[in-house]
């Protein structure tokens, strides 16, 4: 039995399987799932977890090189825009900010769609694989 990490052993699986440019989304609990995307659902309650709960523990058992969300989340949720921009600084990750709608598009590209319970606006990331032997972040 594993003593700490990741407990859900859906996600384990997704990380343990990720290889370099893979990428994952961690969504609110609004965001569509594309049909063949994995969902791995975690939302409980409106809220629950939070989408800045799930950023902070992928942050620390992922090894990412770049992210991606939609352009509107800097002005309708600017609280989560922060947490991203602490976890992911844009001089040491690439930021990729589009329309909701070229987001949306990308999901169908995502090893899995992490589910939460956040329900404010544009609480969605897309979190691109780096190498594991790269420079640690």
């Known amino acids: 039995m ?4 990741i407990l859900n052993s859906h996600i384990a699986k997704v990380l343990a399987d990720l290889g370099h440019t893979d ?5 609110d609990c609004g965001l569509p799932v594309p049909t ?6 975690l939302a409980l309650a409106f809220g629950t977890p ?6 902070r523990l992928l942050k620390e058992h992922m090894q990412a090189e770049s992210i991606h969300v939609a352009e509107p989340i800097k002005t309708e949720n600017p609280r989560n825009y922060a947490v991203l921009q602490e976890l992911y600084p844009e001089d040491r990750y690439a930021w990729r900010l ?3 709608e070229e987001f949306k598009e990308a ?3 995502c090893k899995c769609i ?4 956040e329900t404010t606006p544009y609480a969605n990331v897309i979190l691109q694989a780096d190498c594991i032997f790269n420079e640690e972040k």
């Open 36 to 41: 063949g995307v994995l969902k791995i659902d």
């Open 50 to 55: 939070s989408f800045e709960q799930v950023v």
């Open 114 to 117: 992490i589910r939460t319970g």
């Open 23 to 27: 990428t994952i989304c961690i969504g």
């Open 2 to 5: 594993q003593k700490g990490g």
């Open 98 to 100: 589009t329309s909701h």
């Open 107 to 109: 999901t169908k590209h």
